[in-house]
């Protein structure tokens, strides 16, 4: 017969493996990324678009964190504008910072569309 201290002991074992588990299971895919991105002046980017004849077509504020020194983490809002040149089908994705006079390229790529609701409830439907 097994005393109740060895009872719990052994049950706390299984349920903090248990928990490990669970934890790995469910955030084994999330993680940080950091992806390269091209910054400069905002005024020699927009001239670079304008150059390329892309359009903004869209815009959106996001939320950004960046690391503001001494461990605080400081969350801001920032225009996020996508350009567009249909004829030689390009596209810019460009985060601007009006504060410190700098835009960012996060993204830039081919062609755009915007019929991929059919895409994407196709692939990630739920079951």
């Known amino acids: 017969m097994i005393d109740k201290f060895t009872r719990d002991l052994i049950l706390c074992f299984f349920f903090s493996i248990f928990v490990i588990l669970i934890s790995n299971i469910a955030f084994a895919d999330a993680r940080w990324m950091a992806k390269p991105v091209q910054c400069g002046n905002d005024t020699e980017l927009t001239e670079l678009l304008e150059k390329d004849n892309q359009k903004p077509m869209i815009a959106a504020v996001a939320i950004v ?49 915007f019929t991929v609701a059919d895409w994407y409830y196709d692939r990630f439907k739920e079951s």
Do not use: R
């Open 65 to 113: 964190s960046f690391d503001g020194g001494e461990g605080k983490i400081i969350n801001t809002e920032i225009p996020v504008v996508l350009f567009y040149n249909p004829d030689k089908k390009k596209f810019s994705m460009v985060e601007f910072n009006p504060e410190i006079n700098e835009a960012c390229v996060v993204s830039f790529g081919g062609e755009l569309d």
